[in-house]
């Protein structure tokens, strides 16, 4: 926030300030599901709904779990809400007493550090490798009997890192040994690159499946980030006690919205894949341009990040990113948002024009 109040200052200066901090596709909401929303509100179906959903949202989202990731789910292990981001926040809710410990792996979307927080938990950040990878190993030692849950987060924002199915498993293996709950945010998951296949710990087996609660939305995969409609699949109790929550907080999420979600889930998907290949060719140009003037940077498997290291002799990403906005003029996000440290995090959810000037400034910048 403070980036942007900068960033903002220095674009009123009259300098153009190149913006890489975006969290959401620049495109807009496809044709189709803006008139979805239309038919919706010609149909005069704007009245409460349910707090976990409508019925035929609920089913849409069983229907995408059937032909996407082969895994069945009913009705009522489903809800819907204002965002994953209140979904995340209904787990904390429902599946944190005071005091009560989730482990979480870092560098993450700080989202999840805070809502547990709010839950009057205790977010455990465990540290990985310099891969960035999550190894069962790295979480082993942190599991107390206050441990509740472990989040994951594949594709990964900021890193870019999707976990193969081995590490998948090796997690949901200690999640069931040890009956804590697996919350898995796939919120980039059809934001895949070259061999990327991405699995989601639900589909692993049944028993994984009892104790994983899926967080999804609509917000990146179908451009739709202001809609606000996140949704949840998980053990029955866990969905029941968030909407209860939802019930006496917000009541639900827009109904328009929602029969807009509807018309996502089912309908044509062209857009995604659309978006999707427009993303891979803009990481192809910018990873390859970032290595070509030196910057030290690994291929992200998926999202739309890429998560550079900090030039050699720099050891704030605060400062270093504070210094390109004054000096270069180029928006970024620095690794310690993220509660990692040495990286920043670029955006490549913008125009190949903003990423090639970004490049040639930051060659000029760091040569
Ligand atoms: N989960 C992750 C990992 C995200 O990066 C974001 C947004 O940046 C969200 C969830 C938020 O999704 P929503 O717009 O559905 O609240």
């Given at each position: 926030m403070a980036m942007a109040a900068k960033a903002a200052a220095i674009q009123q200066q009259g300098h153009k300030v190149l913006n890489l901090t975006l969290g959401e596709p620049d495109f807009e909401t496809p044709e189709h599901l803006k008139e979805a929303a239309r038919r919706a509100i010609r149909d005069g179906k704007t009245r409460y709904t349910p707090a976990s959903g409508i019925p035929e949202l609920r089913e849409a989202i069983c229907e995408k779990f059937r032909r996407e990731n082969d895994l069945e789910y009913q009705p009522a292990e489903v809800m819907v809400a204002v965002g994953a981001k209140q979904i995340l926040y209904n787990i904390c809710m429902a599946i944190c007493d005071p005091g009560d410990e989730v482990l979480v792996p870092i560098p993450v979307w700080q989202t999840f550090v805070e809502q547990v927080k709010l839950a009057e938990g205790k977010p455990v950040l465990v540290e990985l490798g310099s891969d960035h990878r999550v190894r069962r190993a790295d979480l082993d030692p942190h599991i107390t009997a206050r441990t509740r849950a472990i989040f994951l987060n594949s594709p990964n924002n900021p890193t870019g890192v999707v976990m193969d199915p081995d590490e998948v498993r090796a997690v949901a293996e200690l999640a069931v040994e040890r009956g804590i709950y697996l919350i898995g945010d796939e919120t980039y998951e059809h934001f895949l690159y070259g061999d990327a296949r991405h699995v989601i710990p639900a589909a692993l087996d049944e028993e994984v499946k009892r104790w994983t609660i899926e967080v999804n939305t609509v917000s990146k995969t179908y451009a739709m980030t202001g809609w606000r409609v996140g949704y949840a699949a998980g053990p029955a109790e866990v969905i029941s006690a968030m909407a209860a929550l939802m019930g006496q907080s917000t009541t639900q999420t827009a109904s328009v919205s929602q029969w807009t979600a509807v018309e996502a889930l089912t309908g044509p998907q062209d857009c995604v894949q659309e978006m999707v290949g427009e993303f891979s060719k803009r990481r192809e140009y910018f990873i390859n341009g970032l290595h070509r003037i030196g910057v030290e940077c690994a291929w992200p498997e998926g999202a739309f990040y890429a998560y550079p290291s900090l030039?050699?002799?720099?050891?704030?990403s605060l400062d270093f990113s504070d210094r390109l906005l004054t000096e270069a003029h180029i928006a970024t996000v620095p690794g310690a948002d993220f509660y990692g440290e040495g990286n920043l995090r670029l955006s490549y959810a913008t125009s190949m024009d903003v990423l090639s000037e970004a490049l040639e400034r930051l060659e000029r910048y760091l040569g």
């Open positions: 030039p050699a002799g720099e050891s704030s």
